[in-house]
Each structure stands twice: as C-alpha cells, then as structure tokens.
C-alpha cells in the first residue's frame, strides 16, 4: 500500500509538502487548518532579526530618554534581551505545539550572528520540533568581502547546531559565486537540511509614475527551475537532506523535485492563490502518480534523477545545456 510518509532532517512526517514560512504560518488558527488539509509540517513565520533589534533599540531610547544609548544599558541589554517579539514568538510555538500533531519547524531570519544562539536555545525550550535558520544577506551594499559572509554564515550554522538539542536546518540563497562549494560546507556544519531557496522581496517598477510599484510577492511556476537544478546537481553528492522551496505550484513539480533529490518540498504562494484545499490535491496527486508507477514510498523514487557521482557536476550541466539548445529552433 503505497503511502507518503518520511523523513526530513530527522522528523518523521506523513506527508512530503511543508507549509513553507510565510504569513500563513503566524497564527495558531492556521496551524491547525495546515494540518487538517494533510501537510506534514509547518514552518513558522520567522521572526526577524532586524525586527528585534528595531524593537531593542526603542526600548533602549525609552529607558534613557535620549537617542544616545548610554554604555552601561547596553551591557543590561546584552545580559537580559527584553524582547516582547520574542516572548510572542516564544508562545506562538508552545501554542501550535499544543494544538497540533505535526511537527513544528521555527524560523530565525539572520542577517548577523549576534544573539541568535540565545534565542535557539529559547526556541527549543518552547517546544519547537525544528529550526531552520533563513540565512538572509542580499550581499548589494555590503562592503564585507563575500568569503567574510560566507564564513560569518558558517560560523553561525556551526554555533546553532552546537547549541541546541534538535534538528537544525537552513534556508538559502543561489546569491553565492561558487554555490555547489558552499551548500557542500554547509553540509558539514552539522545541519540537517537545506531548504533550496530562499525568495527575497523584488521591487517592480511603474513605468507610468516612474516609481518603485510593489513586488512579486508571489512565485510563478516556472521558477521550480532554480531548485530543481541544485538539488538535481548536490543532492546525489552531498549528505543532507534537501527541501525544495519556490515555484512549486502543482503536484507534478513536487513529484520533479523529489525525483531530483529532495526529501520535502515547502510551498507557500501556491496556497495564497488556490487555498489550503490545494494541499488535499497535492497528496493524493502524488499517491496516484505512486501508485501509477509502482512505488510503495517516498524513498523509492526519491533522488531518482538526481546528478550522481562526479567531483565537478556542473560540468556534466554544461552538456546538457550545449545539447539542448544546439537543437533548439524556433
Ligand atoms: C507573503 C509571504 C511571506 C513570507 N515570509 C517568509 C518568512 O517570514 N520567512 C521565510 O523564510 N520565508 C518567507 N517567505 C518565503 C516562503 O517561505 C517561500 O520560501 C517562498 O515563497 C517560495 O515558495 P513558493 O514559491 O511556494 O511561494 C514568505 C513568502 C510569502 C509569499
């Protein structure tokens, strides 16, 4: 009897599709609705550092009155974080622990590695089941040379893994020159997934007003693309699980990550635009496609075509892209 469960990062779940971080994922109401409809697991809305340093800072210029933060407070800020977005965040956790079965994955947005081990451990006394760290830095302003960043990130992974008891996973970017090398270091650091990839905010523009209009806020599903090459690519060479984020809107490119290499995939836009019944479709598309093809599990068909086995894969893509579009007419 062919079923959906399986393991990602160590939890076990019923079902391959992640409700992916986003606004859908902050309120307990949700959670429960999340799980009725069949997902295996949650991510919470992360809770972001530059949020938290927002609020530090207002109650800093609220205890002395002035803009200036005298040295001294800061120390009794260090010491004794007074966050009330944590301690919201803190209850959010506790709360959808209680309400539902699934496992609960929490989500720190990092830019900096300051205080994020602190509130891993916090996160973990709450009850959190997972955490997956969004390693989020759009390296366009920084003046920090990019092996720095990518060593502050491995730092930080490294830090976390060690500071706490449950599983850790993170969540990326494609913004790194040699990608394949990075997800491999990564690998190593004592996380137990990676989520491929993170979707940062794009600004449209008007070309009326000539102004800066809103964004895609939203995925379209040929993004799958990005993914669905660099689990295809690392997933046969690295030890990690992999979770496919972006562009996944139907049940057929769930079913393409998955044979690519990915143990889970995480999808969000795709329920803000069809509702959560979308989920119910996802699961039972992918059990007739099993059933269909003869697969009892996940496993079976997991990482079936992904790229195997050379120290370079990128160029064994390199072929493929030359054979492709020698052919290619219009
Ligand atoms: C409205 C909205 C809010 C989001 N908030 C977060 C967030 O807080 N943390 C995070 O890691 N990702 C966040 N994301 C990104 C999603 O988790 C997901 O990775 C991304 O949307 C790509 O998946 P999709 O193509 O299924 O939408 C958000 C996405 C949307 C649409």
Redesign the pocket.
Known sequence: MANLSTHYAGLALASPIIA???????TVENVIELEKVGVGAV??????EEEILMEMEQIKQQMTGKPYVFPETMDYMDDEPHEDLIRKYLRLISEAKSAVKIPIIA?I?CISNQKWTYLASEIEKAGADAI?L?L?SLPSENEMPASEIEEMYLTLVNKVCKQVNIPVTI?ISHYYTALGQMIKKFSKTGTKGI?L???YYSPDIDINSEEISGSF????PN??ALPLRWIGLMSGNVKTDFAA?????SSKSAIKAILAGATV????????KEGLSVVNEFNSDILNWMKEKDYECISDFKGKLCFKGADNPASWERVQFMKEFRHFVK
């Not at 992916?20 to 902050?26: I, K, N, P, R, V």
């Open positions: 992916a971080s986003s606004g859908l994922t902050e991510v919470l809305k992360s809770i972001f989500s947005n997956e969004n989020f969540k989520v990839f993170n979707r806020v939203l995925s379209s993004e799958i984020t972006t562009g996944i809107h995939v995480q999808i969000a836009s795709v329920i803000y």
